[in-house]
Nanobody
Framework: QVQLVESGGGSAQAGGSLRLSCAAS????????MAWFRQTPGKEREGVAA????????VYTDSVKGRFTISQDNAKNTLHLQMNSLKPEDTAMYYC???????????????????WGQGTQVTVSS
């Protein structure tokens, strides 16, 4: 059973930066699609970025391209999301997600993922 624990959320001013981390444990497959999602009250959970364990070309939703960077530390089984040039509209609860296998075209779809973290809040003020 994969367990995911997020950390690093908090508050920032617009234009500032935050770095989220997701510590993963319990891997039983060799390859996982790892992703970050975010959600605001009353809205659907939105896929932000995804990457394959072991290294791959990451994918991003259009609104964060050029500002956010997803990466992983394989030695520590940790996923990161570096968020720069933050905007108030980035305010949300951010979730780490994982599923065995390749990311593919379904990476933005929440039912695609088997495992979820508990979330970490990010608040950006103008």
């Amino acid at each position: 059973q994969v367990q995911l624990v997020e950390s690093g959320g908090g508050s920032a001013q617009a234009g500032g930066s935050l770095r989220l981390s997701c510590a993963a444990s319990g891997y039983s497959y060799s390859t996982y699609c790892m992703a970050w999602f975010r959600q605001t009250p009353g809205k659907e959970r939105e896929g932000v970025a995804a990457i394959l364990t072991g290294g791959s070309i990451p994918v991003y939703t259009d609104s964060v391209k050029g500002r956010f960077t997803i990466s992983q530390d394989n030695a520590k089984n940790t996923l990161h999301l570096q968020m720069n040039s933050l905007k108030p509209e980035d305010t949300a609860m951010y979730y780490c997600a994982a599923t065995p296998g390749w990311c593919g075209s379904r990476w933005k779809q929440t039912p695609f993922y088997n495992y979820w973290g508990q979330g970490t809040q990010v608040t950006v003020s103008s």
